[in-house]
C-alpha cells in the first residue's frame, strides 16, 4: 500500500495543476487576484465546461444529478463497488478568491489524472465532484448541492430558492441542463465507499503554525435565519415621529440587540449580518422594507441552540411597531468528521514527509453533509494572511501541490480497498 501511495502522490503534476489554476480562475475573474463566480451563472458554466474538457479529454465519464452535482468517473477494476469520491466547489462569493473550493477540484481531477500516469489500477472507481452552489451568497442556503444530495434539503425548496433578481434555481438548472444534453444523470444518495475534500483553510492557524497540511477532525455549526421587516414609507421631511413605522430603524435596532446577545470574550461566537438591504432606498423617503441575513457559528452545539434559538424573539422584541418575519434557512450541527480517514490523512502525509497538525474548520464545507452518507475526511492547505471570501486569497502553488499530493495518496489506498 505504501509503494501505491507514493506513485500516486509523485505523479501529481504540479505544472498541470498550476496551469489549469490559472485558467479555471481566469473564468469569472474580478481584477488581478479576485474571482466572482456565483453559482449557476454563466460564469459557473463556463468554469464547469473547462473541467468537463479535461475529463474529456481521458475518456472518463459524467454524470449529473437533480441538483447539478457533477460527478466525474474513473473506472476501478470492479465497477459494481461503491467509489471514492473527492472534490469541492467551483462557485464563488461574488467578490471572492481563486481557491476557495476550485482548489479541491483541482486537486481531484489532478488525483484521477495522477492515477492514470502511475498507472494506477484501483479497485474502487474514483471520482471527482463538484457540488452545487456551496457559496450560498446568490441562493440560499451554503451548501445546497450536498444538502439535497444527502437528503438534508428538500430538492423542490431548494429549486424555489430565487436570487435577487427573482432568478430561481430552477430556470438556473434547466439551463445547466439543457446545456449538457449528453451528460448521464445520477440518483440523490449515490452510494460512496468514501469522500475526501482538499479546500484551503481559509483561516491562520496552518500559516501561523508553518505546517502545510491541516487533517480536519470537524467542522463548526451553523445556522442562518433571512429577517424581513415591513413598516410604512412616507415623506422623510413631513412625517413625524409618532406616526413612523421606519423599517431601517427597527433593523437597525435588532442588529444592535443581536450583537449583544452573541457577544463572547472568549471570541468563539462568530456572528454576521452580511446582507441588509433597504427600499425604497431614497434618502429623503421613510425605509418601508428590510431585508437582513443572519449567519452565526458555533463548535458547540448547546450555544448553537441557546443562541440561535433567541434569533427571532429578539427581532420580535425590537420590532418598534413594524411586521417582522424571521425565517431559518439552515440549521447544521457540528460535524466530527471520520476518525479514520482523519488518520489516514495524518499516516499519508507523514509517509510523504510532510508535516501535519489537527484543525477544526471556521469556515463549512460540502463534506458536513456527505459525512452523513459515508466515511469522510477534510484536507486543508494555508492561505496567505488566513484571508478567504475576498479578492485577497491566494495559496502559494506548492502549497497546492502538497495539499494534491497527500489527497492522492489518501485517494489512492481507500480506493485500492
Ligand atoms: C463557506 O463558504 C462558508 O460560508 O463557510
Ligand atoms: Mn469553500
Ligand atoms: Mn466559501
Redo the contacts with the bound molecule.
Sequence with gaps: MRAVVARAAAAVDAARLGRRHLELASIGAIGETGLNREALTDADFRARDLVLSWAAARGYRVLMDGIGNTFIRRPGRNEALAPVVTGSHIDS?PAGGAY??AFGVLAACEVLEALDDAGIVTERSVEAVIWTN????RFQP??MGSAVFAGRLPLDQALRASDTAGITVATELDRLFKRMPAVGRREFGFPFAACVEAHIE?GPILERSGIPIGAVMAIQG?RWFTVRVTGETGHAGTTPRVARRDALMAAVAMVQRLTELMADPADVVRFTVGRFEVLPNSPNTIPSDVLFTV?F?HPDAGVLARLGDQVASTCQANALGCTVSVEETLDAPPTVLDADVTERIRRVTAEIGLAQMDIV?????DAKYVALTCPTGMIFIPCRDGV??TVLEYAEPEQMVAGARVLAGVVASLAME
Design positions: 462569493q476557495d473550493g456551496e457559496e450560498g451568497s451554503t451548501t481559509q451553523l449567519d457559528r474548520s471556521g469556515a463549512t464545507h478567504s471570501h
